[in-house]
């Protein structure tokens, strides 16, 4: 079993930067792909952005990416989602997501995996 817990979610002006944290517990993620989606108010969770299990390769929707930038730290287990010209489209929970398989990381349907808790990002603008 493993369990996520983000972290990092806040409030920030269009324009800004958040660093979203994700560090598992229970047992090592350091054989599985990892990833973010989110979920804005009134709309079904999307992906954001995944992770291949040793960091070489990386996947971003359309609407992240050149703005975000997912990374991982294996020794810590933890996952990490930099944001940078955050804008108001980009207000939501966002939430961790860990799968053995990074092809099942690219839509909730698919995800087989474990879920974190989710951590709030609101935009101002």
């Known amino acids: 079993q493993v369990q996520l817990v983000e972290s990092g979610g806040g409030f920030v002006q269009a324009g800004g930067s958040l660093r979203l944290s994700c560090t598992a517990s229970g047992r090592t993620t350091s054989g599985y792909a990892m990833g973010w989606f989110r979920q804005a108010p009134g709309k079904e969770r999307e992906f954001a952005a995944a992770?291949?299990?040793?960091?070489?390769?990386?996947y971003y929707a359309d609407s992240v990416k050149g703005r975000f930038i997912i990374s991982r730290d294996n020794a810590k287990n933890t996952v990490y989602l930099q944001m940078d010209n955050l804008n108001p489209e980009d207000t939501a929970v966002y939430y961790c997501?860990?799968?053995?398989?990074?092809?099942?990381?690219?839509?909730?349907?698919?995800?087989?995996?474990?879920w974190g808790q989710g951590t709030q990002v609101t935009v101002s603008s």
């Open positions: 992770i291949t299990w040793n960091g070489v390769t990386s």
């Open positions: 997501a860990a799968d053995q398989d990074t092809s099942r990381l690219r839509t909730v349907q698919s995800m087989t995996g474990y």
